[in-house]
């Protein structure tokens, strides 16, 4: 095995800068609001904080279009409210990840401003162009553009390459200045105190400058054809060389490749480029409202466990700011099962190889929001694709109704604190709507209650920091084909973990060689164990780790 290290140790809690708690009034989460809550922070036990973007941008993408990565928003607050947010973090034993957004630029950032203005201008190869004159270039997806990816532009008549937004211009890495000025970002911030860098949409960022024609319907295997050019990791091991290794920083890739080859020639500690990165095969098994299958879950974490025993290490990670909320997609909204359920499938995250990455609202159990027609929607991501639904004759009901269930904007609303008006997020109108749920589902609330979801997940992440076998013991699936239970040991470190699931909302049993008594058990959302001869029998969503020795 790899060398042990903090970053594999610890638990990461991901802030919505956004939305996590506003100071000004003006309904944007801003820094002085992650100061206020710095303490709550360290009571959650967690030890890294990753932040979304929070740069210079005209936020066409809630600021994943950066115009300037070198100065803040001003709705976040100033350099020296950054400073005193990462020196509070620092203060508790909280490592700080910085989003680095570099497949592509904001349009309105210099560089692209100048590379648009002439053909000759200095900055012109920053970016992708296609003269016009060539004819239209091979076509090229966009995740969010229904037009694709070259957009068209007067000026200079020619093109330019996006991936995402038309707003989004993809960055030249090719061109080693372009590379250059990215590390020089990167030192910026780590001469700043930041420990970590999360690289946002990477995988994309090497292009086939060539443009070869790409066979019709080849964007249905997307990071295949897109993701993963050879050259992305000679511009890895240059970023490790410049910035990861004399800084002593580490970086976590959004997007793992194609194959399991992909993932580890990212992330295996012989290779020098990234030290983590996150698949997206778990948050692809719940997009729709008729959820996921047990046994495809378990399929999903035991194969990648299994590719990742030797050698690398991933993130866990169940949900984020590009999906809908966690309880909906992998628990039970419904008020019986809530709170049950939500400390199951954290007991699942905190317990697996692998980093956890919790997103801020899920440790109580925050849901998504009900928005069944379009016109109230803000994201791009989500309007591009109901554009390329209404112009593919898609059924538009059809659609809405799985909008509904997995936009991105249920992962976006403000962060309920209490139950005073907009949740104690503002004392203004909040920039995205407060779930209503806020007067029964909030921090405040749950403060109080001992068997909360909340109170769980601290003594969860408590548990992880305790039981070395859970960070770094073997993993090992037990019965296989239990259709309600989740059962798998955990061993390594001198322990014997066994951890026992029923992600069902009806009891369940399970026959075991070693059954839990009450010393043994570690963890248990209930208050009771259920022991008959060699069965133990479990509460809906009953979610056990016991030692097993
Ligand atoms: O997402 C990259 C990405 O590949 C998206 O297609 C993602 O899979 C999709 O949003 C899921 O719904 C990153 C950021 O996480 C996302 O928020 C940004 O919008 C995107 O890059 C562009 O910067």
Redesign the pocket.
Known sequence: QEEKTWWKEGVLYQIYPQSFKDTDGDGYGDFKGVIEKLDYLGSLGITMVWMNPFFESPMV?NG?DVSDYRAIHPRYGSMEDFQAMLDGMHARGIKFVLDV?VNHSSDQHDWFLQSRSSRDNPYRNYYHWWPAEKGTPPYRHS?FDPEGAWEYDSLTNAYYLHT?AEQ?PDLNWENPKVRQEVYDIMKFWAEKGVDGFRM??FQFASKDTTWPEFPEGHEEDFIKWYGMRPQLHEYLKEMYAEVIEPFGVFAVA??AGSTFLDAHDLVDADRKELQMAYH?ETVDLSRTPEGYELEDFKNVFSKWDSAFAEKGWISIFLSN??NSRLVNRFANPSPEFRTPSTQLINTFLMSMRGTPFTYYGDEIGMTNIDMPTIEEYVDV?ALGKYQTAKASGQDLEEFMRILNYSS?ENGRTPMQWDSTPQAGFTTGTPWMKVNENYVEINVAAQEEDPNSILNHFRKMVQVRKENPALVYGKYELVQKEHPEIYAFTRTGEGQNLMVVLNFSQNPSSIELETLPTDASVIINNYSTLDVNGNTLNLKPYQALIFSVD
């Open positions: 993408d994943y957004v995740l995402f989004q946002d949409a959004e997007g997206f700011h590009d991501e991105r």
